[in-house]
């Protein structure tokens, strides 16, 4: 016997420290995850209560259809999220198939490395020349920290742990995560 049809509303903390959120729904046994939009674009459990509310009413009456769902942004909408709104979306996609360490790791480089620079940028307006300079920006940033290290000087971050240049050798690397 299929799944009875209903749905749910899911809200989900993003690395950004936005709300998102979505519908879940079961219709004739199959699970969809429909997402509705974040806290600042106006979403609210109230408005997602709603949106709920009408797609099951759509359900009942037998006219649901899966396209007409799609609240979240169009193809051409969609390239204009900002980096750290995309980066929140991919890690929680992803996120489940990872270990806690793992899960750490990539925030921890997100936030301290990413966002700072491209956080705000928006996705459409990535290209070769953006990509260089950021890399160019963070290789900077690296060999300053290098120079000071050979000096003596260390520099801290806020959390008070000490600044590392960027590397590939792992005895190098900030033992942070």
């Known amino acids: 016997m299929p799944r009875p049809n209903r749905g749910s509303i899911d809200v989900r903390a993003q690395v950004d420290g936005a709300q998102t959120l979505y519908l879940r729904l079961t219709v004739d046994g199959r699970r969809h995850r429909v997402r509705l939009g974040s806290d600042r674009e106006g979403w609210t459990p109230g408005r997602a209560m709603v949106a709920l509310e009408e797609q099951l009413a759509e359900i009942r009456a037998g006219t649901w259809q899966r396209a007409e769902l799609a609240a979240g942004p169009t193809a051409g909408e969609e390239n204009d999220l900002t980096f750290c709104a995309y980066a929140s979306s991919w890690l929680e996609d992803n996120m ?43 290789l900077k940033e690296s060999r300053r920290i290098s120079e000071r290290l050979e000096a003596g000087v260390v520099e801290r971050d806020a959390h008070n742990m000490p600044l590392r240049p960027l590397s590939n050798d792992r005895s190098t690397r900030s033992s942070r995560c």
Not at 107 to 136: C, M, N, Q, Y
């Open 96 to 138: 489940l198939e990872w270990r806690p360490s793992t899960i750490s790791d990539v925030k921890w480089r997100l936030e301290s490395h990413l966002l700072p620079h491209v956080g705000e940028v928006r996705l459409s307006t990535f290209d070769i020349t953006r990509v260089t300079a950021v890399k160019t920006t963070l």
